[in-house]
Every structure is written in structure tokens, then in C-alpha cells.
């Protein structure tokens, strides 16, 4: 039953807070550019192949694929980020569907490459680990994920928690500090490729091969 709860306050929290401030997200967006230009390189996305961005938001990496040419679709539990997103796109090649990352409702393999971005450090273990075995089951070739990087020197965690606490209005940032989040990806059935820092240390991108 606590898992459940967790799962639970998790949604409603997420659905509080990004259906109610849409219009600020994108405030801190100059912060994510370089990285999402980074995670769309690292795709490796060839022209023709299908992508997915999960836990879309306002749909700014997904706008990065649609800005190349490609064929996205974006997805989130959250409303409010959707229509910014659809506002966002006029005239791409992109599409967006209200959806829980837990139970996807894609065809196995449906997708060549599925990205999912700033969204895992807003759950528990649990709900990760079902979202990243959902995005497994979806996507044929890579699974690109970006978050929050941590500090290397376990001194700065408090501060850095704190700090990015209150940037994210993430429930879980104490928890995802000191994650283990490569074998957290292992034990969903990915492997994990290779890991790849941004500027300022803020984020890090990791590449997962679907076919572990």
C-alpha cells in the first residue's frame, strides 16, 4: 500500500504543479538548449525514424527532432504543458497525446528512439522502474535520457539538494541525489551505453540500448 500512495502523491503533485505553471517553465529553458541540442546529436536520429518524447512538457526537445525534419510525438500526464506545447508547434512535423508514462498505449518497438527528459527525478524508484520497462518495450533502437547531474563530492549533496529543490519543485531530489540511476536502468532491462556530461555540470545524458 505505501508504494501505491507514493505513486499516488507523486501524479498529483506533478499534475498540481505543471498543469497550474505552464507559462514558467520555459523560463529556465536557456539552461536546457545546449543540452537538448546534445541529446538530439547523441540520438543519432537518422531521416525517417519515428521518436518519442516521453514526459514531454512544453515539448522543447521534441521541437529540437521536429526542427530536423523528423516525425515526434510527445506525451505527458499534464495538460497545461501539452497545450503550451501545441502552441509551441505550429506548422512541425509533431503531435501530442495526453499519457501516463507507466502504461503507454504504443505498439511494441513502435518507435526507433525514445527520449525522455528532466522527468525520472520527479518519482520514486518504483514508478522509474515501470516508466523505463514501458519505454523498453516501445522503442527499437535507443533510449536517450536527460537529468539532473549530482555532485561527484558527496560533501556539496545538502547544498545541491537544496538549490535544486527549489529550482524543480521536485518531492524526490533527496532521494535522487544519492541514486544509483545507471543500475536503476540495468534493473529494467536496458543497457546502459554510455553517459555524457553538459555545460555546468547541470545535467547529464545517458544512452541506453533497448536490446540488453
Known amino acids: 500500500m505505501r508504494h501505491l500512495n507514493v505513486s499516488i502523491d507523486y501524479r498529483s503533485h506533478i499534475l498540481q504543479h505543471y498543469n497550474r505553471y505552464p507559462h514558467l517553465y520555459d523560463v529556465m529553458e536557456f539552461l536546457r538548449r545546449g543540452t537538448r541540442h546534445k541529446a538530439m546529436r547523441l540520438s543519432e536520429w537518422k531521416p525517417g525514424e519515428q521518436i518519442l518524447d516521453l514526459c514531454t512538457?512544453?515539448?522543447?526537445?521534441?521541437?529540437?527532432?521536429?526542427?530536423?525534419?523528423?516525425?515526434?510525438?510527445?506525451?505527458?500526464?499534464?495538460?497545461?504543458?501539452?497545450?503550451?506545447?501545441?502552441?509551441?508547434?505550429?506548422?512541425?512535423?509533431?503531435?501530442?497525446v495526453e499519457m501516463d508514462a507507466t502504461h503507454l498505449a504504443f505498439a511494441e518497438r513502435a518507435f526507433d528512439i525514445s527520449v525522455l527528459s528532466l522527468a525520472l527525478h520527479h518519482m520514486?524508484?518504483?514508478?522509474?522502474?515501470?516508466?523505463?520497462?514501458?519505454?523498453?518495450?516501445?522503442?527499437?533502437?535507443?533510449i536517450v535520457i536527460i537529468e539532473?547531474?549530482?555532485?561527484?563530492?558527496?560533501?556539496?549533496?545538502?547544498?545541491?539538494?537544496f538549490v535544486a529543490s527549489i529550482i524543480d519543485e521536485s518531492e524526490?531530489?533527496?532521494?535522487?541525489?544519492?541514486?544509483?540511476?545507471?543500475?536503476?536502468?540495468?534493473?529494467?532491462?536496458?543497457?546502459?551505453?554510455?553517459?555524457?556530461?553538459?555545460?555546468?555540470?547541470?545535467?547529464?545524458?545517458?544512452?541506453?540500448?533497448?536490446?540488453?
Open 148 to 161: 539532473p547531474d549530482v555532485p561527484v563530492n558527496r560533501r556539496w549533496s545538502p547544498i545541491w539538494t
Open 57 to 96: 512538457g512544453t515539448g522543447e526537445l521534441a521541437l529540437v527532432f521536429a526542427s530536423q525534419g523528423a516525425k515526434v510525438i510527445g506525451t505527458d500526464i499534464a495538460r497545461g504543458m501539452l497545450k503550451r506545447a501545441v502552441n509551441k508547434s505550429l506548422g512541425t512535423r509533431s503531435a501530442w
Open 124 to 142: 520514486p524508484v518504483t514508478v522509474q522502474l515501470q516508466v523505463l520497462v514501458e519505454l523498453r518495450r516501445v522503442t527499437r533502437r535507443r
Open 172 to 212: 524526490y531530489m533527496h532521494e535522487w541525489v544519492h541514486q544509483d540511476f545507471p543500475t536503476t536502468c540495468q534493473t529494467a532491462g536496458l543497457n546502459v551505453e554510455s553517459i555524457h556530461g553538459t555545460s555546468f555540470g547541470l545535467h547529464r545524458i545517458v544512452l541506453c540500448d533497448p536490446k540488453a
